[in-house]
């Protein structure tokens, strides 16, 4: 009678599980990684950074006008906006606060920056009017201080104000869950359920509640 060995298949096994473990601890050990205190070396755009570190960091609950690239011009405002985050940070020691995704897609980590003096960089930029809230959940940890700092902006329309406001529909349609609005024939509003779907009669209405446009109808 033939005996089967079953202490290789165990070995096997159990090595396997000692790796997956392994790459499991070092994966968690990345996505909860934070770095207290760095000092901004370069400044990316207006709402990107590189850290002594090493680490790439864009600033969590804003977005600025973009660059030029691939052939397409650079967004109203853009060079201010990069201009204005350097001048607050270039060369600077900064704090890092984090909330509860730490890393995008792009690996960059994803953090609020605070200055010596307690100056808060990611809402700084939003009432001087060279960005925008850009509300992603779960990160919502700093949500009620970007968006008063973005009322305060709408107030004197200055910075990207100047010209975001332009309306040329009668309405908009936004996404409670993710902090989007649209054209009321944007495919992307099409889809969203009754229970997250709500109205706005105006850009100003919808800035001001903290939503941001729509990367597709662009409304």
């Given at each position: 009678m033939k005996t089967t060995r079953w202490w290789p298949i165990l070995i096997y096994k159990a090595l396997f599980l000692a790796a997956a473990l392994t790459l499991a601890a070092a994966c968690q050990a990345k996505?909860?990684?934070?770095?207290?205190?760095?000092?901004?070396?370069?400044?990316?755009?207006?709402?990107?950074?590189?850290?002594?570190?090493?680490?790439?960091?864009r600033l969590v609950g804003i977005d600025t006008p973009e660059l030029e690239k691939e052939g397409r011009p650079a967004e109203f405002l853009a060079h201010k906006a990069k201009a204005e985050l350097a001048r607050m940070t270039q060369g600077k020691k900064i704090r890092l606060e984090y909330d509860q995704l730490r890393y995008d897609h792009y690996g960059r980590l994803l953090a609020y920056l605070f200055l010596p003096d307690g100056t808060f960089v990611n809402a700084e930029m939003v009432r001087?009017?060279?960005?925008?809230?850009?509300?992603?959940p779960p990160n919502l940890r700093f949500k009620e201080e970007?968006?008063?700092?973005?009322?305060?902006?709408?107030?004197?329309?200055?910075?990207?104000?100047?010209q975001a406001l332009k309306q040329d529909e009668s309405h908009y349609l936004a996404n409670q869950h993710t902090f989007r609005f649209h054209r009321p024939n944007c495919k992307l509003a099409q889809k969203i359920s009754k229970a997250n779907l709500i109205s706005f009669n105006s850009l100003l209405q919808a800035y001001q509640a903290g939503f941001s446009p729509c990367r597709s109808c662009k409304p």
């Open positions: 996505s909860q990684s934070s770095v207290p205190e760095a000092v901004v070396t370069r400044v990316v755009d207006g709402d990107t950074v590189h850290l002594d570190t090493g680490e790439r960091v001087q009017g060279w960005a925008r809230v850009y509300l992603i970007l968006v008063q700092a973005q009322r305060q902006a709408l107030e004197t329309r200055h910075g990207i104000w100047q």
